[in-house]
Structures are given as C-alpha cells and as structure tokens.
C-alpha cells in the first residue's frame, strides 16, 4: 500500500520544453489534487478532480493542463514551461483530510 | 470564503520548552481545520484534525490544538519541544459545507535550539 506516489522526484527543464508530472494513488478515493509550493506562499491549488473525468481549476491554473485518466491516476502537464512555474510540485487525494504524495522537485532555467 | 493567517513566519525554541504556533482563521460557513507537518525535502503529513466535534483535538507527536469559536483561533500546542520536531507547519482551513478544497496558511518554521 503505497499511498501517493509521483514521478519524477527532480527535473530541470529549459524554456519552452514540455513536461508531464505523473501521480497515482490505491486510497481508492475519489477526489485527487495537484499544489504548487513557493517560499512563504504555503501551498496553492493549481487543479483538482472531485471524480474520474472531471477536473477544475484551483487558483492558479494558467500554463498547466490535467488528465484523469481512471480513478487512480491524475497528471500534470506542463506545454511549454516558464521559470515562473520553477517550483515544488504535490499531488494530494481525499476529501477534508488529504494524503500528500513526496512531491516533485522542478526547476526551468 | 475562508482563509487563514499563521501569525509567525519562524518560531524557535529550547529543547525541552512548550511550543505555540499561532493560527487565525476565517470562513464563512462550519469550519474543518487541520495542522500538517513537512519535514525538509518531505511531502505534507496530517498532524491533527478538528471537524466540529470537541474542540480540544490531539494529534501525534504529542501535539495538540485547540478550536475558539470566539476568537477564530487553532492554535497548535506541544508541552515539551524534540529535535525531531524541526520542520515547517501549516495551518490549513475547509468548510463542513458546500466544495472542500483547502486553503493554506503560508507556514511556520519551527526551529528547535539543543
């Protein structure tokens, strides 16, 4: 039972690569989440799913794009990146109480 | 709306001496709060939880927090501070009602002096 894992830990990109942040999750639950963390700003919600084949926007969804792809897996992807969006990445599942994965580590030069 | 104000960025203390970390928060329906711990380069791990029934909730790690309505406080408390403690914390608010996203305070380091 491995909770939340993601991948990759560490990537550093160029300006303008594309990326996509992978998260799974055997919590069997519905609701899956990805978050940004920057210095002092905690943490903000980027996107979120409340079920398989739905998503939302969070507070600051510009340049990302998600897919749910079944109920265990929800991505993060990245079309053309930017150093604004250098940061450490977290993807949660569950509903009032959420489980965080380890995160990903992410720096575009 | 909700939202939440950690009133320390950084807190240290002795080793052995009680910590406070300090939150406020505001929403405009039945709150749910939570403390989450990250310890460096280490996801969020859920310390302790209060949903509306007592208002004096224990966690692990012999923390503890307690919910005032009057003052709109989740202060977190631990009577005798460890090394291990060393990490940042984060007070996060949602609401009993209507969608469940969290809001996160911006954190509060807590350093601990041997």
């Known amino acids: 039972n491995a909770g939340v894992t993601q991948t990759p830990k560490f990537q550093v990109l160029k300006t303008g690569q594309s990326m996509t942040l992978q998260c799974a999750q055997d919590m069997n639950h519905n609701s899956m989440y990805w978050y940004r963390q920057d210095p002092g700003m905690g943490l903000r919600l980027i996107y979120y799913?409340?079920?398989?084949?739905?998503?939302d926007k969070g507070e600051v969804p510009n340049g990302y794009n998600v897919s749910r792809l079944n109920k265990r897996e929800f991505s993060l992807r990245l079309e053309s990146a930017a150093p604004s969006q250098t940061s450490v990445y977290f993807c949660?599942?569950?509903?009032?109480?959420?489980?965080f994965g380890p995160g990903t580590r992410l720096t575009v030069t | 709306a909700q939202s939440v104000t950690q009133l320390d960025s950084h807190v240290s203390v002795s080793e052995g001496t009680p910590v406070l970390l300090r939150c406020n928060y505001s929403?405009?329906?039945?709150?749910?709060l939570f403390w989450y711990v990250q310890h460096p380069n280490k996801g969020l791990q859920l310390l302790l939880k209060?949903?509306?029934?007592?208002?004096l909730v224990k966690g692990i790690n012999g923390f503890e927090a307690e919910f005032k309505k009057s003052e709109t406080s989740f202060h977190l408390t631990k009577p005798s501070a460890h090394m291990s403690d060393a990490a940042e914390y984060f007070c996060v608010v949602t609401s009993n009602f209507g969608n469940e996203k969290l809001t996160f305070g911006t954190g509060t380091r807590l350093t601990i002096i041997p």
């Open positions: 799913s409340a079920s398989e084949g739905t998503t």
């Open positions: 209060y949903t509306s029934a007592a208002t």
């Open positions: 949660a599942t569950g509903q009032y109480e959420q489980y």
């Open positions: 929403s405009s329906y039945s709150p749910s």
